[in-house]
Nanobody
Framework: VQLQASGGGLVQAGDSLRLSCVAS????????MGWFRQAPGKEREWVSA????????YYSDSVKGRFTISRDKAENTVYLQMNSLKPEDTAVYYC????????????????WGRGTLVTVSS
């Protein structure tokens, strides 16, 4: 499976963006799709995840209430709707797939896409 993320850009604080991640191969119901981000000079951190089959969603405390993850099974796409963006949300955002269930740990995700840069100006 190849994952292709898109939708990043330069926005102002308070604006919204929607990231997309298209998977080239099949995603099974047991898989979990996640979003991570890496800010300049920082380690990559988990942002959100969704169970592909049942659609349960999970968020880090830093984005809860502002970001929404969703998926379109027919389009093999996972989305990250980001509202009320803050300068501290500036990062390269990555989508990833975990084969073995829900995790917030980077190493538990086997498939990764190239990142898309989100820059939030104050």
């Amino acid at each position: 499976v190849q994952l292709q993320a898109s939708g990043g850009g330069l926005v102002q604080a308070g604006d919204s963006l929607r990231l997309s991640c298209v998977a080239s191969g099949r995603i099974f119901s047991s898989h979990v799709m996640g979003w991570f981000r890496q800010a300049p000079g920082k380690e990559r951190e988990w942002v959100s995840a969704i169970r592909w089959g049942v659609g349960n969603t999970y968020y880090s405390d830093s984005v809860k209430g502002r970001f929404t993850i969703s998926r379109d099974k027919a389009e093999n796409t996972v989305y990250l709707q980001m509202n009320s963006l803050k300068p501290e949300d500036t990062a390269v955002y990555y989508c990833a797939r975990a084969h073995r269930g829900l995790s917030t740990v980077e190493n538990d995700y086997e498939d990764w896409g190239r990142g898309t840069l989100v820059t939030v100006s104050s």
